[in-house]
């Protein structure tokens, strides 16, 4: 399945296209809000692995509602070393599945996490993503995809 486009800005207020990620794999995660909780350890755990997944050929990126301005400041708090976008109408984060009902039938940002070919195909997803060691499970999982 083709990764569906989007247009958002970084935490720099720079407009990313899915273009701009074309001829590398792309790992594109979403996730509820920053510099909580579940949100913070997934980044973490993502950012430990940025280096293995860069050696890999992959690039992180992560999309939230949240401001560029918000994303900076997580950023910075937290070391976290790959880009961050914004989608404050929710229009990439619903094209792409991530969004509907949570704990207690309440709606919002589901954790999930993409990984997009160098020709911007869709090869694995993960639904209810598991925050701690995320960055360990996507990268095994791009390694085997690579070797297939």
Known sequence: MKAPNF??????GA???LADFAGKW????FYPKDDT???????????????ELISAGAQVVGISKDTSDSHQNFKAKHKLNFTLLSDPTGK???VYGAWGKKMFGREGILRKTFIISP????????GRVTPLG???QVL???QRLQNQ
């Open 7 to 12: 247009s958002l800005k970084d935490q720099d």
């Open 15 to 17: 407009t990313k296209t």
């Open 26 to 29: 792309l790992v594109l995660y």
């Open 37 to 51: 909780p579940g949100c913070t350890v997934e980044a973490c755990s993502l950012r430990d692995a940025n280096d």
């Open 92 to 94: 990439t984060i619903t």
């Open 119 to 126: 020709e911007g195909e869709i090869k694995k997803t993960y």
């Open 134 to 136: 995320h960055g360990e």
């Open 140 to 142: 095994a999982e791009l």
